[in-house]
């Protein structure tokens, strides 16, 4: 027997590193990392804690390539009008008026607990006191890609503008060394909301810091259209003449994109995060997440925001994704179970710069691992866990959660942090808002 050894047995091992479901599979996690993946058949090591997986769907956690994890207290605030009235008439009041470090850290506990119990363990984030949020990922166990966000506006805790990029630098210098639970990023708003200066000085200090660039893109046609009046390009053009489009850089939404810009994009070897929640309930669009991936694009799921989704459950996502992408094409056979799967781990660890670390069980990847209960009635019969993952769960169905192979959910039940302290702070906080 090894010591600090845990075996995790039976049900159906998918780990993503195929297109295969190992059905009566293992997984050994040693020292935090993914050990070995064991078919059936394979005989399997001592070790010195066994958990039985019998019935459950055992898989590499989920990774949200999108998200602004504070804004779980606006959930449900402003819902049903067009993305400029809600942006401007509601939530940047709202932050304005509510957003400090306290609020900012029980909106993103809230968030990070409610990632965990629906089993997502890693998140792509971008906010305003993103240091927070970072001690937020750390009390909760999960992971993070966080980014201070940079906007040409005063913004909560940057009330000089002159001073965006320099607070984001500051931010990514006091947490690059808190691998392997936090992966430091800088967030451009969007091409309209940060000058050519700002968007260019932000992405040198992403060179020379090494971290990941993200920024909101053609998310609605307005601003695309508007952009073309103005000077003839597009904002993938506009990005690319500022040397920003490489294959450290982010780009969210890309709802309103011609095939020359994915050809661009794909050149680049830029990557992408696709929300299909929070672009349907704004009514902005599909992005054209098939097409991109043709093209050789990783193409990730982002939740968005709970304040446009209105939740942080990527299952949810994940049915989304498969049916609008059917509906909108009229092909059944487009944006099939395997590809979505993908979509939400690999493809999402690829997307945020982490595809080396995590996103399938191959062994010597950290050991991020949820355990799907399939013993419920909607689950039944399991013809195909595949199938039933994208079409029929949810993350209510998510059992147990490990990151850096440490339980963190065990039954339901998160170990970490109380869920209900957690909540009544955020409901303290909301009874000021509205
Ligand atoms: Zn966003």
Redesign the pocket.
């Given at each position: 027997m090894t010591r600090g050894t845990t075996l995790i047995n039976g049900g159906w091992v998918i780990p993503m590193t195929d297109r295969e479901v190992y059905e009566g599979g293992a997984v050994l996690v040693k020292d935090g990392v993914v050990g070995a993946v064991f078919r059936a058949e394979d005989e399997l090591p001592e070790v010195e804690t066994v958990v039985d997986a019998a019935g459950c769907v055992v898989m590499p956690g989920l990774v949200n390539t999108?998200?602004?994890s504070p804004m779980s207290l606006f959930r449900g605030l402003a819902d049903d009008m067009p993305l400029a009235s809600w942006l401007n008439e509601h939530i940047f009041p709202a932050e304005a008026a509510h957003i400090n470090p306290e609020t900012v850290r029980a909106g993103a506990l809230l968030s990070c607990v409610e990632m965990l119990l629906s089993g997502t363990t890693t998140v792509c984030d971008?906010y305003f006191y993103e240091g927070e949020v970072a001690e937020a990922v750390v009390e909760t166990g999960m992971r993070g890609v966080l980014a201070h966000g940079v906007i040409d506006f005063p913004a909560p805790g940057v009330p000089d503008p002159s001073e965006n990029v320099e607070k984001a630098a500051a931010f990514v210098e006091a947490w690059k060394d808190r691998w392997p639970l936090v992966t430091p990023s800088i967030f451009c708003h969007t091409p309209y909301t940060c000058s050519e200066k700002t968007l260019a000085v932000a992405k040198e200090a992403c060179r020379r810091l090494g971290v990941l660039f993200q920024i909101?893109v053609a998310?609605t046609e307005d601003e695309v259209q508007r952009l073309k009046e103005e000077r003839g390009i597009s904002p993938y053009q506009l990005l690319d003449d500022l040397h920003i489009l490489d294959e450290t850089t982010l780009l969210?939404?890309n709802v309103w994109m011609s095939s020359r810009d994915m050809d661009l994009v794909a050149r680049r070897g830029t990557t992408a995060s696709h929300?299909p929640g929070?672009n349907t309930k704004l009514a902005s669009g599909l992005c054209p997440a098939s097409a991109l991936m043709e093209k050789g694009i990783h193409v990730g799921l982002?939740t968005?925001?709970a304040a446009?989704n209105n939740n942080l459950d990527l299952f949810n996502d994940m049915q989304l994704t498969a049916k609008l992408h059917k509906a909108y094409s009229l092909d059944p056979v487009a944006m099939d179970a395997w590809t979505v799967l993908e979509m939400a781990t690999l493809e999402g660890a690829k997307a945020i710069g982490l595809g080396g670390s995590i996103g399938s069980l191959l062994p010597g990847k950290r050991a991020d691992i949820i355990l799907v209960d399939m013993n419920k009635p909607h689950l039944t019969p399991t013809h195909n866990p595949v199938s039933h993952l994208v079409y029929a769960a949810t993350g209510a169905d998510v059992r147990d959660v490990f990151v850096e192979g440490r339980q963190v959910v065990k039954g339901g039940r998160l170990l970490t942090v109380d869920v209900g302290s957690v909540m009544a702070e955020v409901n303290r906080i909301a009874a000021f808002m509205g």
């Open positions: 999108h998200c602004h971008g909101h998310e969210i939404h929300n929070s982002g968005d925001g446009s």
